[in-house]
T-cell receptor, first 116, second 114 residues
Framework: GAVVSQHPSRVICKSGTSVKIECRSLDFQATTMFWYRQFPKQSLMLMATSNEGSKATYEQGVEKDKFLINHASLTLSTLTVTSAHPEDSSFYIC????????????FGDGTRLSIL | AQSVSQHNHHVILSEAASLELGCNYSYGGTVNLFWYVQYPGQHLQLLLKYFSGDPLVKGIKGFEAEFIKSKFSFNLRKPSVQWSDTAEYFCAVNALRNTDKLIFGTGTRLQVFP
């Protein structure tokens, strides 16, 4: 089946640090990838839609300068949390959709980000 | 705005009990519907999906869901749960006007005791 690899799985860093999270589709090409944020005991909230070769589309209330998304190839999208602060601590999850119609999203394992 | 409601936040069952998890959505147009499962320590996995056709959809591990358009519902069912079904279950809706964008419900935590 389709596999999405997300790295790193856990990051602990100091306030002010920038953190990059990678999302890779291992055995399929993904023209579209999604980045979600999940708070404890809450649902996944879509942050942005990442399209290969073009600018990401951010959801309302998500700061594009804070959460930089790059989708440079059909198998890789990155999310960079710039100048992270404790309120950015969360569980970040990516998903990818195959470049074929009517395909479900395949999810990565998520990244637990803790900002001290 | 589109939304997805899962009314059961936490469900506790004994093995062999029947399961039904509610999911309602608010969107008047054509939708694709999904149920995802997240086992402890694992990523989200697709249980089943509805795009069109027979509103009763069968998924993996004995799960099924019924799309009732008039009720804007897509409830998940399993006639006899197992301890290994302990997990978090998420309903999600894709409004076709928004391509692949998914709106998730808040999730239902299912605990099954032997």
């Amino acid at each position: 089946g389709a596999v999405v690899s997300q790295h790193p799985s856990r990051v602990i860093c100091k306030s002010g640090t920038s953190v990059k999270i990678e999302c890779r589709s291992l055995d399929f090409q993904a023209t579209t990838m999604f980045w979600y944020r999940q708070f404890p005991k809450q649902s996944l909230m879509l942050m942005a839609t990442s399209n290969e070769g073009s600018k990401a589309t951010y959801e309302q209330g998500v700061e594009k300068d804070k959460f930089l998304i790059n989708h440079a190839s059909l198998t890789l999208s990155t999310l960079t949390v710039t100048s992270a602060h404790p309120e950015d601590s969360s569980f970040y999850i990516c998903s990818a959709v195959e470049a074929v119609s009517n395909q479900p999203q395949h999810f990565g394992d998520g990244t637990r980000l803790s900002i001290l | 705005a589109q939304s997805v409601s899962q009314h059961n936040h936490h469900v506790i069952l004994s093995e062999a009990a029947s399961l039904e998890l509610g999911c309602n959505y608010s969107y008047g147009g054509t939708v694709n519907l999904f149920w995802y499962v997240q086992y402890p320590g694992q990523h989200l996995q697709l249980l089943l999906k509805y795009f069109s056709g027979d509103p009763l959809v069968k998924g993996i591990k004995g799960f099924e869901a019924e799309f009732i358009k008039s009720k804007f519902s897509f409830n998940l069912r399993k006639p006899s749960v197992q301890w290994s079904d302990t997990a978090e279950y998420f309903c999600a809706v894709n409004a076709l006007r928004n391509t692949d964008k998914l709106i998730f419900g808040t999730g239902t935590r299912l605990q099954v005791f032997p």
